[in-house]
């Protein structure tokens, strides 16, 4: 019975991401290389001073993304240190430096990582001026990057990749908002609120009282899964029935989660004038995907102990509405598309369950991953595939008719290796300085040993890939995880950010070359299966030692 929900499921998702591939992919390509600007475009633009026509070097592309994202997060810390004077405060006080900094940085990075109650913590003004704003901007910001990538794989003899600001206002205005408000409508119909009534107090079914907040939800909630950003406007995240209140609308979050990451690769097929390319990318992303989902099912549905036996599976930290399938399906998906979101509580799955949520933020977020960069992380794990496969036939690696060279090569493998730098190095130093250690085990570690450490283990892998989900028995509002995972979210995003659009500026200002009877097909199921390879071999085999350390351990005990 299990094996065929979870088919079912599958199913259900595979059906409708395939009719949208094509139009849904084919409308984005044309939104960033439509010559043709709205006239609200043209009235933001004649504001802030940007020529559209006129196209960017990739430094000044990467300055207007650093800028941008500079000034977003002293807007959200300012909101948040104001909060006691804005409106609809609900009478909360402002949160204290470290914690306004932490989650300044999470929205900004499109991780929405939070180390607080929402519902408790945060007015309606900054949930909805500061967060929500964030929600639509920073998933934009991921979609620009990962265009700039692609023009570099389609320009010829360039010097400039596009234009940021363009980039940037086309997808929040042509892509994100649209959706998001008939997104927003199917959530309202299905339960989820959208309403100003702060704090309602009702009586419980045993006669006691009990405090309910309120909160235009459904408005936040349909662009944090749209745009992968994750968070939740209550603490419970997307297993709150006021943000996720029935298995279908789980399965339309679901849905809203992969739409544009799976729709992507065709984008990039029809920029760069071959769709095989863009099937060859979204097999990739399908198969781990579906092998992802496949294990962890298995593991949850047959866990081991009595309490799980006589539940029919690992039932802690589920909801009932959704059953096991309905938790894992959106706990790989999540996972795997950077969104952080939850409909389970992680930390309740068993060791070796656990194990593959964190290991699909260990892979680079690749299956499928966020809006923009999960397109951009597999198109460098291409580059080094190709590069691989050109060593081993002793020719010059190419890639879309571009060569790829030693500069070409140390920009990809700069990439690769600043997220496990980031989350090891977070780990260990969580555990190794003086202070520090005794913070975090004595604070933050609820559940002492191995898993503990698979606690914070998940945190700096959830900050680093920009993901914002957690292993939720870890206390992450400490003077010392609220600096640590801000500095991790911070350069996890922008400093690959740096690298793939210096990667960009190199590859537009190549020719292409021809073809010939010695260039591999990069459309074809070998070079499908070269790439998945890689994926797995270059980025989480990167992690063994570690994982043998926790969930690994904990679950071979």
Do not use: C
Not at 11 to 16: E, F, L, R
Not at 155 to 174: E, H, K, M, P
Not at 247 to 270: D, H, K, Q, V, Y
Not at 352 to 373: A, I, K, R, Y
């Amino acid at each position: 019975m299990t094996l065929m929900y979870a088919l079912l499921a599958l199913a259900t998702v595979a059906i409708v991401l395939a009719v949208l591939y094509r139009p849904f992919g084919d409308y984005m390509a044309w939104v960033y290389t439509s010559r043709k600007d709205w006239k609200i475009e043209r009235g933001i633009y004649k504001v802030i001073g940007v020529d559209a026509k006129a196209e960017q070097t990739w430094q000044a592309y990467l300055r207007g993304v650093l800028a941008f994202s500079a000034v977003g997060v002293l807007i959200v810390y300012t909101l948040q240190r104001f909060q006691q004077w804005l409106p609809y405060s609900l009478g909360l006080p402002a949160p204290s430096e470290s914690l306004s900094f932490n989650t300044a940085v999470s929205f900004v990075t499109n991780t929405n990582w939070q180390s607080y109650s929402p519902e408790l913590t945060l007015g309606y003004t900054v949930q909805f001026a500061g967060l929500a704003v964030q929600n639509f901007v920073s998933a934009a910001v991921g979609i620009a990057v990962a265009i700039a990538l692609v023009r570099g794989f389609a320009y010829r003899r360039s010097g400039t990749i596009g234009n940021f600001w363009v980039d940037l206002i086309r997808g929040t205005l042509r892509i994100l908002l649209p959706i998001a408000v008939l997104g927003a409508i199917v959530l309202m119909i299905g339960g989820v609120i959208q309403n100003f009534n702060g704090f309602t107090t009702v009586t419980t079914l045993t006669g006691g009282t009990q405090t309910v907040p309120g909160g235009p939800t459904a408005s936040q909630e349909v662009i944090k899964l749209l745009g992968t950003n994750g968070g939740g406007f209550f603490n419970a995240n997307s297993s709150h029935p006021f943000e996720n209140p029935t298995p279908w609308t789980s399965m339309f979050e679901i849905l809203l989660m992969l739409a544009i990451p799976f729709s992507l690769p065709r984008t990039f097929g029809r920029m760069v004038g071959d769709n095989r390319q863009g099937v060859a990318i979204v097999s990739v992303m399908a198969v781990l995907y579906i092998a992802s989902f496949s294990i962890l099912t298995a593991l949850e549905s047959a866990g081991m102990g009595t309490a799980p036996g006589l539940a029919g599976g690992a039932m802690e930290g589920k909801e009932q509405r959704f059953g096991i399938i309905g938790s894992t399906l959106f706990a790989t998906t999540s996972t795997g598309t950077s969104t952080g979101a939850v409909n389970s509580m992680h930390d309740s799955y068993t060791a070796l369950g656990g194990m593959m949520p964190m290991l699909n933020m260990m892979l680079g977020e690749v299956t499928p991953g966020g809006v923009g960069s999960g397109l951009y992380a597999i198109l460098i794990l291409a580059v080094i595939a190709v590069f691989i496969s050109g060593l081993l036939i002793g020719r010059t690696p190419e890639y879309l008719g571009k060569k790829i060279g030693p500069r070409e090569i140390k920009l990809a493998a700069l990439y690769i290796l600043v997220m496990p730098t980031l989350v090891l190095a977070g780990t260990a130093l969580s555990f190794a300085l003086p202070g520090v250690r005794e913070e975090v085990e004595s604070t933050s570690i609820w559940n002492p040993g191995i898993h503990g450490m698979s606690e914070v283990l998940y945190a700096f892998t959830s900050a680093a890939n920009n993901n914002g989900s957690a292993f939720a028995g870890l206390t992450a509002n400490t003077p010392w995880l609220n600096t640590a995972l801000g500095v991790a979210m911070l350069l996890g995003r922008f400093v690959p950010i740096v690298f793939v659009l210096a990667l960009a500026g190199s590859l537009a200002a190549q020719d292409k070359v021809p073809t010939t009877s010695g260039t591999l097909p990069t459309h074809r199921p070998m070079f499908i299966g070269l790439l998945t390879a890689v994926t797995v071999l270059v980025t989480a085999l990167t992690f063994f030692p570690v994982l043998a350390l926790g969930p690994l351990a904990e679950g071979l005990m």
